[in-house]
Protein backbone atom coordinates (compact mmCIF):
# COMPACT_ATOMS: atom_id res chain seq x y z
CA UNK A 1 0.00 0.00 0.00
CA UNK A 2 2.89 2.41 0.60
CA UNK A 3 4.55 2.41 -2.68
CA UNK A 4 0.79 2.63 -4.27
CA UNK A 5 0.99 6.14 -2.46
CA UNK A 6 4.48 7.06 -3.40
CA UNK A 7 3.53 6.67 -7.33
CA UNK A 8 0.55 8.72 -6.33
CA UNK A 9 2.40 11.65 -5.10
CA UNK A 10 5.10 11.49 -7.85
CA UNK A 11 2.22 11.34 -10.41
CA UNK A 12 0.96 14.70 -8.97
CA UNK A 13 4.07 15.93 -8.85
CA UNK A 14 4.82 15.18 -12.52
CA UNK A 15 1.68 16.71 -12.99
CA UNK A 16 2.10 20.17 -11.37
CA UNK A 17 5.45 20.30 -13.04
CA UNK A 18 5.23 18.61 -15.97
CA UNK A 19 3.60 21.62 -17.66
CA UNK A 20 6.17 24.67 -16.45
CA UNK A 21 6.07 26.28 -19.75
CA UNK A 22 2.00 27.02 -20.45
CA UNK A 23 0.30 28.63 -23.07
CA UNK A 24 -0.05 32.17 -21.66
CA UNK A 25 3.67 32.83 -22.44
CA UNK A 26 2.84 33.45 -25.72
CA UNK A 27 0.91 36.54 -24.67
CA UNK A 28 3.98 37.89 -24.28
CA UNK A 29 5.26 37.65 -27.98
CA UNK A 30 5.06 40.41 -30.44
CA UNK A 31 5.23 41.06 -34.17
CA UNK A 32 8.63 42.32 -34.96
CA UNK A 33 10.34 41.21 -31.98
CA UNK A 34 14.05 39.65 -32.22
CA UNK A 35 14.70 34.94 -31.94
CA UNK A 36 16.66 36.62 -28.84
CA UNK A 37 13.57 38.64 -27.39
CA UNK A 38 10.85 35.74 -28.01
CA UNK A 39 12.99 33.64 -25.99
CA UNK A 40 13.57 36.02 -23.40
CA UNK A 41 10.06 36.07 -22.97
CA UNK A 42 9.10 32.54 -23.26
CA UNK A 43 11.82 30.15 -23.30
CA UNK A 44 13.93 28.52 -25.45
CA UNK A 45 12.19 26.67 -28.63
CA UNK A 46 11.56 22.49 -28.38
CA UNK A 47 12.76 22.54 -31.90
CA UNK A 48 13.85 25.36 -34.36
CA UNK A 49 13.73 24.80 -38.16
CA UNK A 50 15.31 27.31 -40.86
CA UNK A 51 15.30 27.83 -44.64
CA UNK A 52 16.78 30.79 -45.95
CA UNK A 53 15.60 33.67 -44.24
CA UNK A 54 12.36 32.29 -41.74
CA UNK A 55 13.27 30.53 -38.94
CA UNK A 56 10.55 28.53 -36.78
CA UNK A 57 10.57 28.43 -33.03
CA UNK A 58 8.54 25.57 -31.90
CA UNK A 59 7.26 25.24 -28.42
CA UNK A 60 5.16 22.52 -26.63
CA UNK A 61 3.11 24.63 -24.18
CA UNK A 62 0.44 23.65 -21.71
CA UNK A 63 -2.67 24.65 -22.59
CA UNK A 64 -5.17 23.79 -19.65
CA UNK A 65 -4.08 21.67 -16.71
CA UNK A 66 -2.86 18.54 -18.09
CA UNK A 67 -2.55 18.43 -21.89
CA UNK A 68 0.14 20.18 -24.46
CA UNK A 69 -0.34 21.78 -27.65
CA UNK A 70 2.22 22.59 -30.27
CA UNK A 71 3.02 26.47 -30.74
CA UNK A 72 5.33 27.86 -32.91
CA UNK A 73 6.68 31.53 -33.59
CA UNK A 74 8.17 32.40 -37.38
CA UNK A 75 10.62 34.88 -37.66
CA UNK A 76 11.30 36.40 -41.54
CA UNK A 77 14.72 38.73 -41.72
CA UNK A 78 15.00 37.81 -38.09
CA UNK A 79 11.58 39.61 -36.81
CA UNK A 80 8.77 37.99 -35.61
CA UNK A 81 6.05 37.95 -38.30
CA UNK A 82 3.24 35.68 -37.29
CA UNK A 83 2.66 32.94 -34.16
CA UNK A 84 0.24 30.86 -32.74
CA UNK A 85 -0.60 27.33 -32.12
CA UNK A 86 -0.05 25.02 -35.29
CA UNK A 87 -2.81 24.83 -37.52
CA UNK A 88 -4.30 28.17 -36.90
CA UNK A 89 -3.09 29.35 -40.11
CA UNK A 90 -3.60 26.69 -42.31
CA UNK A 91 0.09 26.67 -43.32
CA UNK A 92 0.60 23.44 -43.41
CA UNK A 93 2.67 23.45 -40.31
Known sequence: MKGW???GIALS????FGCAG???????VQLGMTRDQVVGAIGSP???????DVTY????????WIFTDRYFVRLT????DAFGRV????LGY
Do not use: I, P, W
Open 57 to 64: LKYQLCSD
Open 87 to 90: GDFN
Open 5 to 7: RVV
Open 22 to 28: TASKLNH
Open 77 to 80: NGKV
Open 46 to 52: SSTSEME
Open 13 to 16: VMLL
